[in-house]
């Protein structure tokens, strides 16, 4: 059983250090126990936060440990009463290639589901925060200007998508000519700016002539800061992540802009709040997989992965979703299926 885990604890962006690739026996299940072989493993920016003991919504992984990670997973072995050999099921195996569970953190999948990677991003965890995210919180309305943050990433891209099934305008935000084009000619959002251009203000500012209702927050920074300003009269703010800081070791140095945006907050009547997809949201996991199944059969919703082959790359890989490097939902192929 090879597996991946925390080396050392990241000062700063994570390093390959940070991460050891250990080989041990595949382990016995017990009573009651299923022994799962990960088909795929998801890479997700909250997994950074898992790797730094500062205090936060979850507990950190220790010195040692194998990674947390959700997986998509063949059941190998069962001793539980309710799985077969064969099962396909979306869990929190990790980064590794064979883990133990007793049943409760597992979701059934489809056997013949075409794309069971699809369970760990559009259909998945990143697609629910991406749902709930701008409809619970964003509350867009036909008409209205949606900004997104992160646009062609696992969440972000189905932000857009939503706002555009809703009758909004959606604009994307995100790093690079190559995945702008993508967000506006193959996802449909109306259009999308670099975040690394000198004049993002100024672009965002031409992209939405009507200024901005909902601002899908993912990123912070000089993000952030450009948005800011744009932002409508009762305008909404689904705070969804900050990746832009996540490889800070302290909060960036600089004027105090807290005056500012407590003004803007003030005067435009501006709502921000912050969520965590399953701790807030969990029992509304079922009324978006039926709602998403829908839509990706109709043909209304578009997915990109970003499947890189081999567990021993998983290290590499992550490191890259930190700096933009991903393209798509970042997905490792742990072994075939
Ligand atoms: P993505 O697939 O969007 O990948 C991350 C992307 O973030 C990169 O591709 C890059 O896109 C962008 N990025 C990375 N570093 C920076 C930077 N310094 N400045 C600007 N952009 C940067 O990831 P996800 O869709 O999985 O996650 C998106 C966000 O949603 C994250 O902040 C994540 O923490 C958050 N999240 C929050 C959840 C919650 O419950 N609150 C649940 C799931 C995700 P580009 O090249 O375009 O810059």
């Given at each position: 059983n090879r597996r991946i885990v925390l080396n050392s604890r990241p000062v700063g962006a994570p390093i390959a250090d940070n991460f050891?690739?250990?080989e041990g026996p595949v382990p016995e299940p017990g009573p009651g126990q299923v022994l799962l072989r990960t088909l795929y493993l998801s890479l997700d920016p909250y997994m950074r936060g898992r790797m730094s003991d500062a205090r936060s919504y979850a507990a950190a992984v220790a010195i040692g440990e194998v990674m947390v990670g959700g997986t998509v997973s063949q059941v190998a072995v069962s001793r539980h009463p309710d799985y077969q050999p064969g099962d396909l099921v979306q869990g929190s195996g990790g980064w590794q290639e064979y883990a133990l569970s007793d049943g409760t953190d597992l979701v059934r999948l489809d056997a013949r589901m075409s794309r069971p990677s699809t369970a760990l991003g559009v259909l998945g965890m990143p697609g629910f925060t991406a749902y709930m995210g701008l409809l619970d919180i964003g509350q867009p309305q036909a008409g209205e200007t949606?900004?997104?943050?992160?646009?062609?990433?696992?969440?972000g891209s189905v932000v857009g998508q939503i706002a555009k099934i809703k009758g909004c305008r959606a604009v994307g935000i995100a790093g690079g000519a190559e995945k702008c084009r993508f967000v506006v000619d193959e996802l449909g959002f109306?259009?999308?700016?670099d975040h690394r251009s000198s004049d993002?203000?100024?672009?965002?500012?031409?992209?939405?002539?009507?200024g901005i209702d909902v601002y899908f927050e993912s990123v912070g920074g000089r993000v952030f800061a450009a948005v800011l300003p744009l932002l409508n009269v009762k305008a909404r703010v689904p705070l969804c992540g900050l990746i832009s800081l996540y490889n800070e070791t302290s909060l960036p140095e600089g004027p105090d802009r807290l005056g500012l945006l407590t003004r803007h907050m003030l005067v435009k009547r501006i709502k921000m709040q912050g969520f965590i997809i399953f701790d807030d949201y969990g029992s509304r996991y079922g009324e978006f997989q039926s709602q998403m199944n829908t839509w990706l059969k109709e043909g209304r919703i578009k997915f990109r992965e970003d499947i890189v082959d081999g567990l021993e790359n998983a290290p590499e890989a992550f490191i890259g979703l930190l700096e933009g490097r991903n393209f798509g939902k970042l997905v490792i192929r742990v072994a075939g299926d």
């Amino acid at each position: 059983n090879r597996r991946i885990v925390l080396n050392s604890r990241p000062v700063g962006a994570p390093i390959a250090d940070n991460f050891r690739l250990e080989e041990g026996p595949v382990p016995e299940p017990g009573p009651g126990q299923v022994l799962l072989r990960t088909l795929y493993l998801s890479l997700d920016p909250y997994m950074r936060g898992r790797m730094s003991d500062a205090r936060s919504y979850a507990a950190a992984v220790a010195i040692g440990e194998v990674m947390v990670g959700g997986t998509v997973s063949q059941v190998a072995v069962s001793r539980h009463p309710d799985y077969q050999p064969g099962d396909l099921v979306q869990g929190s195996g990790g980064w590794q290639e064979y883990a133990l569970s007793d049943g409760t953190d597992l979701v059934r999948l489809d056997a013949r589901m075409s794309r069971p990677s699809t369970a760990l991003g559009v259909l998945g965890m990143p697609g629910f925060t991406a749902y709930m995210g701008l409809l619970d919180i964003g509350q867009p309305q036909a008409g209205e200007t949606v900004v997104v943050a992160a646009a062609s990433g696992a969440v972000g891209s189905v932000v857009g998508q939503i706002a555009k099934i809703k009758g909004c305008r959606a604009v994307g935000i995100a790093g690079g000519a190559e995945k702008c084009r993508f967000v506006v000619d193959e996802l449909g959002f109306d259009a999308c700016v670099d975040h690394r251009s000198s004049d993002l203000r100024q672009e965002l500012a031409a992209a939405c002539p009507k200024g901005i209702d909902v601002y899908f927050e993912s990123v912070g920074g000089r993000v952030f800061a450009a948005v800011l300003p744009l932002l409508n009269v009762k305008a909404r703010v689904p705070l969804c992540g900050l990746i832009s800081l996540y490889n800070e070791t302290s909060l960036p140095e600089g004027p105090d802009r807290l005056g500012l945006l407590t003004r803007h907050m003030l005067v435009k009547r501006i709502k921000m709040q912050g969520f965590i997809i399953f701790d807030d949201y969990g029992s509304r996991y079922g009324e978006f997989q039926s709602q998403m199944n829908t839509w990706l059969k109709e043909g209304r919703i578009k997915f990109r992965e970003d499947i890189v082959d081999g567990l021993e790359n998983a290290p590499e890989a992550f490191i890259g979703l930190l700096e933009g490097r991903n393209f798509g939902k970042l997905v490792i192929r742990v072994a075939g299926d």
